[in-house]
Nanobody, 113 residues
Framework: VQLVESGGGLVQPGGSLRLSCAAS???????LGWFRQAPGRQREFVAR???????SVTNSLRGRFTIARDSAENTVHLQIDGLKPEDTAVYYC?????????WGQGTQVTVSS
């Protein structure tokens, strides 16, 4: 199983980013999720999406975070709007619930002016 995240970067507050996660090595019929880990904090759940496209976003992030999947491309995306400095973190994708063996390198999102 390989999950490769991309799309992070340095963004000013209020900006947007679209993160992508390309999955390979397993069938795409899993619930997939995005997680993040801010400096000095534990990794936390951000959003998940079912095989049929039903989504769930953690309460504090609703309205700014949107998860979507492209089954044809074996890719799951995380659209982040209205970025805030507290969104600064490394963002990871994984199955949901997460499998310890699936953690990749993540993609760094830094929100700063």
């Amino acid at each position: 199983v390989q999950l490769v995240e991309s799309g992070g970067g340095l963004v000013q507050p209020g900006g947007s980013l679209r993160l992508s996660c390309a999955a390979s090595g397993f069938t795409f019929d899993h619930v997939l999720g995005w997680f993040r880990q801010a400096p000095g904090r534990q990794r936390e759940f951000v959003a998940r999406i079912s095989i049929t496209g039903v989504t769930s976003v953690t309460n504090s992030l609703r309205g700014r975070f949107t998860i979507a999947r492209d089954s044809a491309e074996n890719t799951v995306h995380l659209q982040i709007d209205g970025l805030k400095p507290e969104d600064t973190a490394v963002y990871y994708c994984n199955t949901y619930p997460p499998n310890t063996n699936n953690w990749g390198q993540g993609t760094q999102v830094t929100v700063s002016s």
